[in-house]
């Protein structure tokens, strides 16, 4: 699976929207990139992923560049339950496929 | 709706005892994931099911085992603990349809080894 790179940590003013970079420059053409964030010790949840095209659910919005090297999520209307750490993971073919590997992930603070 | 159901939630074993962490997959999926997260760290890959058969092996330690049942619902098996056991424990479900879902995880056993 393709290797993904997030800053450490980011902050975000509540109500404000939260826009969460990843970079997958290695990823191939039948990987999806998948985010879950991790509310303190809680089971890992699943925001969104896609492959090509930008998605757009209840939760967040994934805009996804056009080679497909980068990806940013987008929370809307950061609130403060939405400080969590988030985990961009690239997967081929989906988590039917494979493990998903967490590492590096964005731990964002939304301060009122 | 029904979500990934893990017992026990806490778990207080002895070093060199045995534990069972079970897991209710949400109903009808049929691949189940096991991951362990160490204090202060990202949740790593053990294991992982898909119709009773092991699917995929990451870190898992040979003291470990692990199986899916006819109804789905999966054990990790944990024996001669050591203290460095102690961890969370989560369990995911999917459902193998093919390319393009999402695997949900339950709220994990907080296993703590004395």
């Known amino acids: 699976d393709a290797k993904t790179t997030q800053p450490p940590s980011m902050d975000c003013a509540e109500g404000r929207a939260a826009n969460l970079p990843c970079n997958h420059s290695?990823?191939?053409?039948?990987?999806?990139v998948y985010w879950y964030r991790q509310i303190h010790s809680q089971g890992p949840q699943y925001i969104i992923h896609?492959?090509?095209n930008n998605e757009t659910n209840e939760m967040a919005s994934l805009i996804i560049t056009e080679d497909r090297k980068s990806s940013t999520l987008i929370l809307p209307h950061a609130t403060l339950r939405d400080t969590a750490v988030y985990y961009c993971?690239?997967?081929?073919?989906?988590?039917?496929?494979?493990?998903?590997?967490f590492g590096q992930g964005t731990i964002l603070t939304v301060h009122p | 709706a029904a979500g990934v159901i893990q017992s026990p939630r806490h778990l207080i074993k002895e070093k060199r005892e045995t534990a069972t962490l079970k897991c209710y997959p949400i109903p009808r999926h049929d691949t189940v994931y096991w991951y362990q997260q160490g204090p202060g760290q990202d949740p790593q890959f053990l294991i992982s099911?898909?119709?009773?058969?092991?699917?995929d092996k990451g870190s898992i330690p040979d003291r470990f085992s692990a199986q899916q049942f006819s109804d789905y619902h999966s054990e990790l098996n944990m024996s001669s603990l050591e203290l460095g056991d102690s961890a969370l424990y989560f369990c995911?479900?999917?459902?193998?349809?093919?390319?393009?879902?999402?695997?949900?995880f339950g709220q994990g056993t907080r296993l703590t080894v004395v």
């Open positions: 896609g492959l090509k």
């Open positions: 290695t990823i191939s053409g039948n990987e999806y």
């Open positions: 099911f898909y119709e009773k058969m092991q699917s």
């Open positions: 995911a479900s999917s459902l193998w349809e093919g390319m393009n879902t999402e695997a949900f």
């Open positions: 993971i690239v997967i081929v073919g989906g988590t039917s496929y494979g493990k998903l590997t």
